[in-house]
């Protein structure tokens, strides 16, 4: 079995609280990062494994490529497998 690092988009799950200079953003109950609001628009700072393009965050994973192999040697006289 090998990791692949993969990219999910996870922007319907993200939700955001207000704060005073914009929003405190979660994945579940886990917080992620903020947006902050600023005159030259908004600030995005995620966390290390997440990245903002336009109106979607996604989150970097690593998911792998081929599932595990299983061997099972049967004993045919006495019908264990």
Excluded: A, H
């Amino acid at each position: 079995m090998t990791l692949q690092q993969q990219r999910l988009d996870i922007t319907d799950r993200v939700t955001g609280k207000l704060c005073d200079t914009g929003f405190q953003l979660y994945l579940e109950n886990d917080p992620i990062g903020q947006v902050t609001f600023t005159p030259n628009g908004n600030e995005f700072e995620l966390k290390s494994g997440f990245e903002q393009n336009g109106t979607k965050i996604y989150q970097q994973v690593q998911v792998p490529t081929k599932p595990d192999m299983k061997y099972v040697d049967c004993d045919d006289e006495n019908g264990w497998c």
